[in-house]
Each structure stands twice: as C-alpha cells, then as structure tokens.
C-alpha cells in the first residue's frame, strides 16, 4: 500500500465503556491501543487487568468505536476548492445560481481566474444552464471556470476562452454549449494553473480536516494529468505526510507506468478516462441516449486497456480505469480478457487493479469482474442523487436502462469486491450517507444489506489499496477508528428490515446504526489514525 500517512503514535490507550464493532467479539466494550495498532478488544470486565499498564484510560461514555471509513475516490484539491469557495452542488434553481456567481465575483476582486463548481441544470426549474452572456453579465467579464456537478463538461465566460484561443478548433467545443473532452480539458489546465502553490495546499488542508470529521481514516486520491498536476499530486502526499491527518493513498491517472511510479503513486489508475459522464452525454454507450442523437464516444479502446493492464502488470502496479458505460466497461473487460491471455489469468487477479464507478453492468461484464478480481470502486450516493424513475439517469436513458444501474446485490453475489467512495467534490464526503444509499438503493434489487455497505466502506477501501490487515478492530490491524455518538445498534436486511436481536449472543454480529431514512445519522466524536487522534468534535 503506497501512502504518505501520520506518524504512529507510541503510547498505549484503553478504551473503555462504550461499544466496540469488531469481528473479534461482537459484544466488546473495550479495546486497547499499542504503538499505532490494536493490541486487544473484550469486555469490559476484562478490561480492568489492561487499566495499570496503559498511559491513558479513555471513557467512552457510551459511544460506538468503528474503523475509520476509507473514501476510495476523491479529488482532494477540488474538494477543498469547493468547500472555500464557489459552490453551486445545492443551488435550486438557475436564478439562484446566478446570485452566488454574481457575490461570489464581486467578492474576490483580485482573483485572475474565478473558479467554481457543481451546476446541475438537470436539477433546475429551468432544465437548462447558465449562457455565455449571462456568465459575462454575473462576473464583469472576467475569466470564469465552472465544472458542472460530475466534472466532465464546464461552463465559461468569453474572457476564459480568450485565454485558450485553440480552445474554438478542439474536440468538445460547441458554440453556445458547455465544453467537453479536450476542450474542457485544455481549458482547466488554464484554470488550474492559477491557483497558487499556498492556495492548493490551504484546499488539500481543509479537504483533509474535512474528512476526518467525518471519521475518515483514508481517502484514495485520484489524480492524473488532464485532472490536476503533478505538483498537485506529490504536495497532497507531502502534506499527509507531514501532518496530522487522514491517510492518502494516491493513483495517478496515466498510462506511464515509470511516471507514476517515480510519483509515488500507487498504480497507475483511478480516473485513466475510458469514457466520461452521463450527466455530459459523454458516458459510451451501446445503444444511443434516450435525450440525444448518439451514445457517447470511447476514450480508450480494448487494445489500449490490454497495454494498460499488462504494462503495470508486470510492473507490479496497479491498473484501473474511469468507466462508466456499458460499452466502455466492455472495452474494459475485453482488454483485461486479452492481457490475461497473455500474463495469465492468475498475475491478473493477484494484481487487484480497479474500475471506478462501473455503473452500467450487465450479468456478463459482472462475471468477468469476478473472474479477473477487479475492484467496483463505486459510489452509491450516485444513486441517491441521480436514480430512480424520474432523476437524470432516466432522462437520459429511460427508465428500463436507468434501473439497471449501480447493482450492488449482483457484484456481491457474484464476489466482486466492493470498495465504496464519493468521488467528491461530485457528491459529498459523507460516509454514514453513502452506506444508507447502498442499503436503500432507489432500486430495490440492487440494495445490499448495512453490514456489507459497511464493510465496502471501510475494508473494502483496504483490500482495494492491496492490503488484508486495515478496515477491521481486530489485534494486530492498524489503529484507524472514529467515535460515536449513535442511537441503538441493530442489524439492518437489505430489504429495510430491522432486526433488533444483535444484543443476542447467538447472533454473533455486531450491530450498527439504524440508518433507516428519517433517522439521524452517527455524530463523529473522534478521529484516529495510526492510533493518533486526527480528529476531535469541538467542544466534545
């Protein structure tokens, strides 16, 4: 697992009377902590032959203690770009859109580019995006970037495209539409580039401490040339390195093996685009678009993927792809299936390379996920946002399609390992969220059970990185665990059933969070990182 991470901390913690999920004991109330790892978990009478030997005694007063949760995507430099600033993900109307540009520009007047995200004009009374000319209106003119809510297509003002002039002859740009493909590319490299080095790092810090107040452990960064830069890249691995904070694994997004290893990355994957988005019409698709006159364009072939897979392959690094739909994912699955032809199919799944999103599967590419061990880095709270009858994933595919997307049940079945994350800035950092959206699927057939959701949340995040040992508060696992203030503890069915018998010994499974919708979520107390706290609620 290639990670720049916090310090271990040395001294040894007994925590005691609250609620310990662990699969060591479904009834701890206790646990001790020993240079950074789990040394024990029991019960609290136990706990009393520990309370000499230890430097500190921590009184749970009742509280759960789970593993931190991993966010196995996230753009960490956008998200902290978003939480400081421009921020359109919960406008609700076109209008009110225009009025937090036009204060936004007004109120950064030294800005040389102004940068915001998270338009979604299929959420709007309006049904449709912000012009060119109203742009220029809300900002005086000056230069504006503005990603819509899935970062694949961007809104921008005249002055912006005045700093690119090639942008007009590249593939993606329409007149009078929201750029795409290399235009969009070309253009947020501009943009980028004027963030300065102390503004990036001010953005990476407040992603972070973001994160771990939410009893994040891990984030796995996703960055990659047309996503951000390698200074972007390698200050985020130093700034975890060198403060407290949540862990960050990092993938770089190329297709040079060498490069991404001499950036420290951990493979190159994550977002090495196969297609785009469904909400930019720029997903691949076998059959056309339900709202337009094509099915989207492939950004890499099968050929390329089986170069892909077999370079980092044999390089001992992982591979992984940005794929969406479902001809992309196909493309994906035919060049696993050719570089297994040729390294064996066995050097293929001890790899663990990685497929992020994967949302329109069928029966047949969710096998070949299985057959060759691919990771579904996936995000449930896709779901939440865009499923169901009448959300966009309808409106672009029609419903028949739309209700095939995102089946959990079916991966799990199958064995596919399951590695959960947000790809925020796209939907929030919101682990307990995203874990309800998995067990409350808008599709009833794709709802897997809290347990599960739970897991992909937290060992699946882990296991995706290549590493058995995290994710779980069993002696000799690495110290990674949040503080809870929770309401009762039950074991949560698939089909919204609440079985209030965890508190039977018989059962022998730890309980969690009723998460049923209405319900509070868990309040985050503390976070801990290698057994150091990263994390803890003001005032708690």
Same mark, same amino acid.
């Given at each position: 697992?290639?990670?720049?991470?916090?310090?271990?901390?040395?001294?040894?913690?007994?925590?005691?009377?609250?609620?310990?999920?662990?699969?060591?004991?479904?009834?701890?109330?206790?646990?001790?902590?020993?240079?950074?790892?789990?040394?024990?978990?029991?019960?609290?009478?136990?706990?009393?032959?520990?309370?000499?030997?230890?430097?500190?005694?921590?009184?749970?007063?009742?509280?759960?203690?789970?593993?931190?949760?991993?966010?196995?995507?996230?753009?960490?430099?956008?998200?902290?770009?978003?939480?400081?600033?421009?921020?359109? &993900?919960?406008?609700?109307?076109?209008?009110?859109?225009?009025?937090?540009?036009?204060?936004?520009?007004?109120? !950064?007047?030294?800005?040389?580019?102004?940068?915001?995200?998270?338009?979604?004009?299929?959420?709007?009374?309006?049904?449709?995006?912000?012009?060119?000319?109203?742009?220029?209106?809300?900002?005086?003119?000056?230069?504006?970037?503005?990603? !819509?809510?899935?970062?694949?297509?961007?809104?921008?003002?005249?002055?912006?495209?005045?700093?690119?002039?090639?942008?007009?002859?590249?593939?993606?740009?329409?007149?009078?539409?929201?750029?795409?493909?290399?235009?969009?590319?070309?253009?947020?490299?501009?943009?980028?580039?004027?963030?300065?080095?102390?503004?990036?790092?001010?953005?990476?810090?407040?992603?972070?401490?973001?994160?771990?107040?939410?009893?994040?452990?891990?984030?796995?960064?996703?960055?990659?040339?047309?996503? &951000?830069?390698?200074?972007?890249?390698?200050?985020?691995?130093?700034?975890?390195?060198?403060?407290?904070?949540?862990?960050?694994?990092?993938?770089?997004?190329?297709?040079?093996?060498?490069?991404?290893?001499?950036?420290?990355?951990?493979?190159?994957?994550?977002?090495?685009?196969?297609?785009?988005?469904?909400? &930019?019409?720029?997903?691949?698709?076998?059959?056309?678009?339900?709202?337009?006159?094509?099915?989207?364009?492939?950004?890499?072939?099968?050929?390329?993927?089986?170069?892909?897979?077999?370079?980092?392959?044999?390089?001992?690094?992982? @591979?992984?792809?940005?794929?969406?739909?479902?001809?992309?994912?196909?493309?994906?699955?035919?060049?696993?299936? @050719?570089?297994?032809?040729?390294?064996?199919?066995?050097?293929? !799944?001890?790899?663990?390379?990685?497929?992020?999103?994967?949302?329109?599967?069928?029966?047949?590419?969710? @096998?070949?996920?299985?057959?060759?061990?691919?990771?579904?880095?996936?995000?449930?709270?896709?779901?939440?946002?865009?499923?169901?009858?009448?959300?966009?994933?309808?409106?672009?595919?029609?419903?028949?399609?739309?209700?095939?997307?995102?089946?959990?049940?079916?991966?799990?079945?199958?064995?596919?390992?399951?590695?959960?994350?947000?790809?925020?800035?796209?939907?929030?950092?919101?682990?307990?969220?995203?874990?309800?959206?998995?067990?409350?699927?808008?599709?009833?057939?794709?709802?897997?059970?809290? !347990?599960?959701?739970?897991?992909?949340?937290?060992?699946?995040?882990?296991?995706?990185?290549?590493?058995?040992?995290?994710?779980?508060?069993?002696?000799?696992?690495?110290?990674?665990?949040?503080?809870?203030?929770?309401?009762?503890?039950?074991?949560?069915?698939?089909?919204?059933?609440? @079985?209030?018998?965890?508190?039977?010994?018989?059962?022998?499974?730890?309980?969690?969070?009723?998460?049923?919708?209405?319900?509070?979520?868990?309040?985050?107390?503390?976070?801990?990182?290698?057994?150091?706290?990263?994390?803890?609620?003001?005032?708690?």
């Amino acid at each position: 697992m290639s990670e720049r991470a916090t310090p271990v901390e040395h001294r040894t913690l007994l925590l005691r009377g609250g609620e310990v999920h662990s699969p060591a004991d479904p009834f701890a109330t206790a646990m001790v902590v020993e240079r950074g790892h789990v040394a024990w978990v029991g019960s609290e009478g136990a706990a009393d032959a520990f309370a000499p030997g230890v430097d500190e005694v921590v009184d749970l007063e009742g509280a759960l203690v789970t593993p931190a949760f991993v966010d196995a995507h996230v753009h960490t430099t956008a998200t902290g770009l978003a939480l400081t600033g421009l921020d359109l &993900s919960t406008a609700a109307s076109l209008a009110e859109a225009a009025e937090r540009i036009r204060a936004y520009a007004r109120a !950064r007047p030294a800005d040389r580019i102004l940068i915001g995200h998270g338009w979604d004009a299929a959420r709007w009374p309006e049904q449709r995006p912000l012009g060119r000319a109203e742009l220029d209106g809300l900002t005086g003119g000056r230069p504006l970037y503005l990603t !819509r809510i899935d970062v694949h297509s961007a809104l921008v003002t005249t002055a912006m495209l005045d700093l690119v002039p090639a942008v007009r002859d590249m593939t993606g740009f329409r007149d009078g539409e929201p750029l795409s493909g290399a235009a969009h590319h070309a253009v947020r490299s501009v943009a980028h580039s004027s963030v300065s080095p102390g503004q990036r790092t001010e953005a990476q810090r407040a992603a972070l401490r973001h994160a771990a107040s939410l009893g994040i452990g891990t984030v796995h960064e996703c960055g990659g040339p047309d996503i &951000s830069s390698e200074d972007d890249f390698t200050g985020l691995l130093r700034t975890a390195a060198d403060e407290p904070g949540p862990r960050v694994v990092g993938y770089w997004a190329g297709t040079d093996v060498e490069q991404a290893r001499a950036l420290g990355a951990a493979g190159a994957a994550g977002d090495l685009f196969a297609d785009g988005s469904l909400g &930019s019409h720029t997903a691949c698709l076998n059959e056309p678009y339900a709202d337009a006159a094509h099915a989207g364009a492939a950004r890499l072939d099968a050929a390329a993927v089986a170069a892909h897979v077999t370079a980092c392959t044999e390089a001992g690094l992982q @591979a992984g792809f940005h794929a969406i739909g479902d001809h992309a994912i196909g493309n994906v699955v035919s060049g696993m299936e @050719a570089a297994a032809s040729a390294l064996g199919t066995a050097r293929i !799944r001890a790899a663990r390379h990685r497929v992020e999103h994967a949302e329109m599967l069928t029966p047949e590419t969710v @096998a070949a996920f299985a057959a060759f061990g691919l990771t579904a880095s996936v995000q449930p709270a896709f779901d939440a946002a865009w499923g169901g009858d009448t959300g966009m994933y309808a409106q672009r595919l029609g419903i028949e399609r739309a209700r095939t997307l995102n089946p959990y049940a079916a991966l799990l079945r199958a064995g596919v390992p399951l590695a959960f994350g947000s790809d925020s800035p796209v939907t929030p950092v919101d682990p307990w969220g995203t874990v309800r959206a998995a067990a409350f699927h808008r599709t009833p057939e794709h709802r897997i059970s809290v !347990r599960a959701a739970f897991t992909a949340h937290t060992r699946g995040g882990w296991r995706a990185v290549g590493r058995d040992d995290g994710g779980a508060l069993v002696p000799g696992a690495p110290a990674d665990y949040a503080v809870w203030r929770t309401g009762d503890l039950v074991v949560q069915a698939p089909d919204d059933r609440v @079985a209030r018998w965890s508190t039977d010994p018989r059962s022998g499974t730890p309980g969690l969070p009723d998460l049923t919708p209405g319900n509070p979520l868990p309040e985050c107390l503390r976070t801990v990182v290698r057994g150091r706290t990263v994390y803890v609620r003001p005032g708690g």
